[in-house]
């Protein structure tokens, strides 16, 4: 298996990166680091998984415009079913644009009906508990922005607790096709281990057991008690 990172010498916050140090404990895979002055391998050659973290604000205009010119490829990956595992901001230049709070824009690549709104003065952390098919699926969030539309956008997870794509949405993330895109931060594929084996797979991979799989459901299925407590509020 072959695993793409998008600009981890900016797109790196949160320790989202080492989600991809987990899947390469976890399976047989080459990992590709391409930096922002790099010609992205997904151009000449096939690659299993495109990754992306996330950013401060000013890089997800940079990625913009690095990613810009390859708006077909990538429009054709996710048709042909590459899977995407992109989290944080990062989800956020897929969609039409991010509307700053002097309402100016920021275009992106417009490949989802989805539009960001930035609000610098007010962080929004929060926990999050939700589902995926049959999945409980637990994160976190920390972001200056929400996202907003996409009627013809499937949404990755359905909230249970916590705030959706924006706080008034049920459904938390993208998912088109095989791209999967959250707000959810930090350890999430440490964190949730059945979602894990599911993207390996997806992307090709032979997984029997993770790494410290024993240690790592323990330590899930006590973060859900906690989580799925009624007197828990998460956001």
Known sequence: MKIEVLFPDVANLYGDLYNVKYLAQCADCEVINTGLNDAPAFLSEKVDMICMSPMPEFAQE???????????????????GTVFFVTGNALEIFGQYIEN??????????????????????????????????????????????????DNTDRLFKRIKGAGLNP???????????????????????????????????AGAE??????EAEIRSAYEQRLKEFEKPDIELA
């Open 207 to 212: 997984v029997k057991s993770l790494r410290f």
């Open 62 to 80: 940079l990625a913009v415009k690095k990613l810009a010119p390859y708006k077909d490829r990538l429009k054709k990956l996710i048709a042909d």
């Open 101 to 150: 709070e002097d309402k100016s824009r920021v275009e992106c690549l417009g490949l989802f009906d989805t539009y960001a709104k930035r609000d610098m003065l007010n962080r929004y952390n929060a926990l999050f508990l939700g589902e995926f098919g049959e999945m409980k699926i637990a994160g976190f969030k920390a972001q200056f922005s929400h996202s907003y539309g996409g």
């Open 168 to 202: 008034d949405d049920d459904g938390e993330g993208i998912r088109v096709n095989n791209f999967f895109g959250t707000y959810l931060i930090g350890p999430l594929l440490v964190m949730n281990p059945d979602f894990t084996k599911y993207l390996l797979k997806l």
